[in-house]
């Protein structure tokens, strides 16, 4: 039984630093007219960049429910408990998501050990906060997670 740092693709962060602090990541879904992309997975920001100085223009949309519950039903299949430090419910509805994931999950996985606290942060502290979280794990021991 582990901790599991999830975060989502807002955090911005390079695809080694995931490696590196062994954090889970749920994409956001990207839009350009009928083009759909996942954050950090099918779009990544160079390409991103390099179109909207083009002109393109690009517009984001929260990760569902349903991505969330399956991660979330992976680590209670394991007995992995689980943080999310993600954007802030004030900007994104991506919070919403997990927390609605989260109740599912409870249902089926009741003594199943989670925080998803709304952080109230934004991709600016994103980051940071998620790479502490991962180097400190060892301290958030269920259930005073």
């Keep these: 039984m582990g901790i599991v740092v999830l975060t989502d693709s ?3 962060l390079p695809q080694p630093l995931y490696d590196d602090y062994n954090v889970d990541m749920v994409s956001l879904h ?5 083009e759909e992309y996942l954050d950090g997975r099918t779009l990544q920001p160079q390409k991103l960049f390099a179109e909207m100085r083009q002109g393109k ?3 984001t949309a ?3 429910p349903a991505v969330f519950k399956e991660h979330f ?9 689980c ?7 004030g900007l994104s509805s991506t919070y919403q998501s997990a927390v609605l994931a989260r109740s599912d ?3 089926a996985y009741p003594d199943w050990h989670r925080r998803i606290p709304c952080l109230r942060i934004s991709s600016g502290g994103q980051p940071g906060l998620t790479t502490r979280s ?9 259930p005073g997670l």
Excluded: M, N
């Design 62 to 64: 929260q990760a569902e």
């Design 83 to 89: 943080l999310y430090v993600g954007f802030s419910s």
């Design 30 to 34: 990207v839009y350009s007219g009928e």
């Design 134 to 142: 991962s180097k400190e794990r060892h301290i958030l021991t269920p």
């Design 105 to 107: 999950v409870l249902q």
């Design 73 to 81: 039903e992976r680590y209670a299949e394991r007995g992995d408990s």
């Design 57 to 59: 223009i690009f517009k």
């Design 10 to 12: 807002a955090a911005d």
